[in-house]
């Protein structure tokens, strides 16, 4: 795996479990040239290449995001997406495809972060600049990144499940897909959290696995896996994400185990916070996806219009074992509560009545929705 190295221009940040819209979120241009300018010079066409269907983050506010900041940024551009349903081969088609027809400007979520490298090699060579989307591309050209801190967010789900387990617990980690780059940043934020514990003696890890294409029903198959080893002696569970965490659930739910035993998640999903306020899913990791997709959109239009892209949009750097990658690091929230879960309903990730259409009535946050 290759090591990133964050420049220091993300300490400078101050990079804390914070507000997503603090710190310089709102990006301003530097003088390189005004949001009218790039508005009215934008245009072209840029690929909009999703990983897979699985998680709905990706049809919903990631690909909304993104287009409703295109149009915002630059109303003359025509944006194409394609999803390559976790399959990396069709993933390197459509973006042969895209730049094929004409494509100014790729935006990969990649399936797989290190044969994605192909893409920007053949990016480069047609003069077609790439950003990466949520998850690095390693070892090649890339031109831009923008992500959430990942160890930020996997040493928030780290700290919470210590926090709510007790001493002498044994704890289960279901990891995220193995050939996902993020998957193993996350992993670098909670796993040194985790292992602090277990060498201090106070927590034991009884099973671990990493979850193939982030599949809900191979975690499923995991937690079954991890209960029938232990024989269900299970304090609580690391889960990577929350569409793992709500299959990770089910499997405790047929020991009669669900609600005891604490579960975190990410992501923020509709379920899973619909589990939080059941009491079911312990915490999620709150990530203002509309933000990244604005962003990622504001660099678009910057390449499109053919104009440098403001350094305060991109003011972070992340080494790719290439190059040291322009980026742009947003911050994470932890959601474990009912005050809490209306950071996702105030940022419009989901409307009140959505989530509380699919809980139980004596849930106060919903008695007047």
């Not at 009884?206 to 299970?234: H, I, K, R």
């Amino acid at each position: 795996m290759k090591r990133w190295e964050i420049a220091a221009l993300v300490g400078a940040l101050g990079l804390v479990l914070a507000a997503c819209g603090d710190n310089g979120d709102d990006a301003d241009t530097d003088g390189s040239g005004s949001d009218d300018d790039v508005a009215e010079e934008a245009s072209g066409t840029v690929a909009f290449l999703l990983p897979e269907n699985v998680t709905p983050r990706w049809e919903g506010p990631d690909r909304e995001g993104f287009e409703e900041g295109m149009a915002e940024y630059a109303p003359e551009a025509e944006v194409q997406v394609f999803n390559a349903m976790n399959d990396g081969a069709q993933q390197q088609q459509q973006a042969e495809q895209a730049i094929t027809q004409g494509a100014e400007v790729l935006v990969i979520a990649a399936v797989d972060m290190t044969a994605a490298s192909v893409i920007v090699e053949d990016a480069e060579a047609a003069d077609v600049p790439v950003i990466a989307y949520d998850r690095l591309i390693e070892d090649a050209p890339l031109d831009h990144f923008v992500t959430f801190d990942g160890e930020q967010v996997g040493r928030a789900q780290g700290e919470w499940l210590i926090e709510n387990t007790e001493d002498g617990d044994q704890l289960v980690v279901i990891h995220g897909s193995e050939d996902d780059d993020n998957a193993r940043w996350f992993a670098d934020g909670y796993m040194p959290v985790l292992e602090e514990a277990v060498d201090e003696g106070t927590r034991t890890i009884g099973y671990e696995s990493w979850t193939p294409g982030w599949d809900p029903s191979e975690a499923q198959e995991s937690m079954e896996a991890a209960l029938t080893q232990l024989d269900n002696d299970v304090q609580g569970v690391l889960s990577a994400n929350d569409g793992m965490a709500a299959t990770i659930i089910a499997a405790l739910e047929a020991q009669g185990m669900a609600g005891e035993v604490p579960v975190t998640g990410q992501d923020a999903t509709e379920q899973g916070l619909q589990l939080i306020l059941e009491g079911d899913q312990g915490m999620s990791v709150f990530k203002d996806v509309s933000r990244q997709a604005d962003v990622a959109a504001q660099i678009s239009a910057s390449l499109l219009a053919d104009q440098e892209v403001p350094d305060d949009l991109v003011p972070d750097t992340v080494n790719n074992g290439s190059v040291d990658v322009s980026s742009r690091l947003l911050e994470v929230e932890v959601i474990d509560d009912e005050e809490s879960v209306m950071l996702a309903v105030d940022a419009g990730l989901h409307e009140l009545s959505d989530l509380c259409a699919g809980v139980s009535a004596d849930v106060e946050l919903c008695e007047d929705a």
